[in-house]
């Protein structure tokens, strides 16, 4: 069997390549996991001088939904960008590889 490989390894490789992303995995780990930040923190808007807590689906207000979603795609355009860059700097020996693997046909 495969040794097993944390995925926080793969995500410190990634972050190398693009800065950043690190972090917002881990705000992303917050959201997708059963935790205050990931669950009661999105729908709840505590009130420290009074101790109350208003509850609801928009009890932050939209501006935090909008900041999730302009993060989100943020870092899809980055990852999108370094990958378009990684395949173009590679397209060369690709095409080199293939020309390799297929025998020409005789004319």
Known sequence: ????????????QVDKEIGGYARQYAARCECSHPNHNGTAGLYSHPHEDTGLIDLGSNARGAQSHEMICALNLSVAVMMFNHSYAAIGQALDQLIELCENAVPLRPD
Do not use: Q, S
């Open 1 to 12: 069997m495969p040794k097993a490989t944390n995925v926080l390894t793969f995500v410190g």
